[in-house]
Nanobody, 126 residues
Framework: QVQLAESGGGAVQAGGSLRLSCGYTSRTFCMGWFRQAPGKEREGVVFIDADSKTTYATTVMGRFTISRDDAKNTLYLQMNSLKPEDTAMYYC???????????????????????WGQGTQVTVST
């Protein structure tokens, strides 16, 4: 069982930036971020695999960047040019899903991940 702990959420105005962090107890084949807005399903945002290959949802491509620092056991999500539609609870996830970077995040389902953080709220106002 991998323990995950997120931090870094908050409230910003449109166009602003936030960096989310996710501390983990051990690395897995696939790590990344989901988000869930009120009344909507949890959706994949961005993932990084064991070879550090990444895959981004088209809605965040060019604005969000995922990175991983194994020395600090921390996964990061840098979010720039935030939009109101980015408002959601963001969840860090880790799982044994191999080669996840070969897939569009839209097709990466939450059920494939065994380990979850508690979530951190991101709110973007106009």
């Amino acid at each position: 069982q991998v323990q995950l702990a997120e931090s870094g959420g908050g409230a910003v105005q449109a166009g602003g930036s936030l960096r989310l962090s996710c501390g983990y107890t051990s690395r897995t084949f696939c790590m990344g971020w989901f988000r869930q807005a009120p009344g909507k399903e949890r959706e994949g945002v961005v993932f990084i695999d064991a070879d550090s290959k990444t895959t981004y949802a088209t809605t965040v491509m060019g604005r969000f960047t995922i990175s991983r620092d194994d020395a600090k056991n921390t996964l990061y999500l840098q979010m720039n040019s935030l939009k109101p539609e980015d408002t959601a609870m963001y969840y860090c996830a880790a799982g044994r899903f191999p080669s996840c970077a070969a897939f569009e995040p839209t097709y990466i389902r939450p059920v494939l991940f065994e380990n979850w953080g508690q979530g951190t709220q991101v709110t973007v106002s106009t």
